[in-house]
């Protein structure tokens, strides 16, 4: 059981540090970002980030490197998959998200060498299931058969905003999720209103349910993007509800 970073803008490292244990929560979801909320894409990390991080384990590291059809792009991609996947080592993290921005050959080529660069340093590299290339299947098909490194970052509540259900990805990934993010949403019009666990569209129950009857071994992480999204709760309210409704499903499929 993990939380993303991006639930708290307003707290410095140490204080995200201190919610995942104060909560009970397993790991951390850490974003890094050129912004420095909660650490920028620089290698070797400062001695003072090294030390706060030691005391909690980081089960992945949300980044920004982006794959697409521009050469000069993807040779940035490179580059920061390089310096990520030092820091990933570094912090035991198994695994680095990034974005696709084109189903293409060039993409994919370019995220496969960069997959070969964090293999060196035992390190995934996740492609997100995120608006507006990866959240429809049939691009994500693509892709995957496109690209023989890439493993998914699984979100089901942004396919499910992009108007796929979770029974009809679920087979097609399913041997190739090495994180999953979970947040419930209900709409609004046509906007989504992000919401505590079990009263929304996502149908987490299930999600739990296949991901266990799959073998999945990895976290669970919750999503909850105050930071794209100050309008939401704070998330000290919501993320201990999340943690309790979740591992009370867990106890419920096995």
């Not at 420095?36 to 030691?54: C, F």
């Not at 035992?122 to 049939?138: A, F």
Request: charged share 25%.
């Amino acid at each position: 059981m993990a939380f993303s970073s991006l639930a708290y803008p307003e707290l410095d490292l140490a204080g995200v540090v201190g919610r995942v244990k104060s909560f009970g929560y397993d790991a951390l979801e850490l974003r890094v970002a050129d912004d420095g909320k909660h650490i920028r894409p620089s290698y070797p990390l400062s001695i003072n980030e090294a030390e706060t991080l030691k005391s909690v384990r980081v089960a992945d590291l949300a980044a920004y490197a982006r794959f697409s059809s521009d050469q000069a792009q993807n040779d940035r991609a490179q580059r920061l998959v390089g310096t990520l996947s030092q820091i990933a080592s570094d912090l035991g993290a198994k695994a680095v998200r990034v974005y696709v921005a084109d189903v293409n050959e060039g993409a994919a080529n370019a995220l496969d060498a960069s997959a070969k660069i964090a293999d060196r340093y035992d390190v995934k590299i996740m492609v997100e299931t995120h608006e507006p290339v990866l959240s429809m299947l049939h691009n994500l098909q693509a892709f995957l058969q496109k690209s023989q490194k890439a493993w998914v970052l699984y979100d089901p509540a942004n396919m499910i905003y992009a108007g796929e259900r979770h029974e009809k990805v679920f087979p097609f990934i399913r041997d190739r999720i090495a994180h999953v993010h979970l947040k419930d949403f209900v709409f609004s019009g046509e906007k989504r209103v992000f919401c505590r666990p079990g009263i929304g569209v996502v149908p987490i129950k299930d999600i739990v349910r296949d991901l266990k009857e799959s073998g999945y071994k990895g976290a669970l992480s919750v999503e909850w993007e105050r930071l794209w999204n100050p309008e939401m709760e704070p998330a000290d309210e919501v993320l201990p509800d999340y943690l309790k409704y979740l591992r009370s499903l867990l106890q419920e499929v096995r």
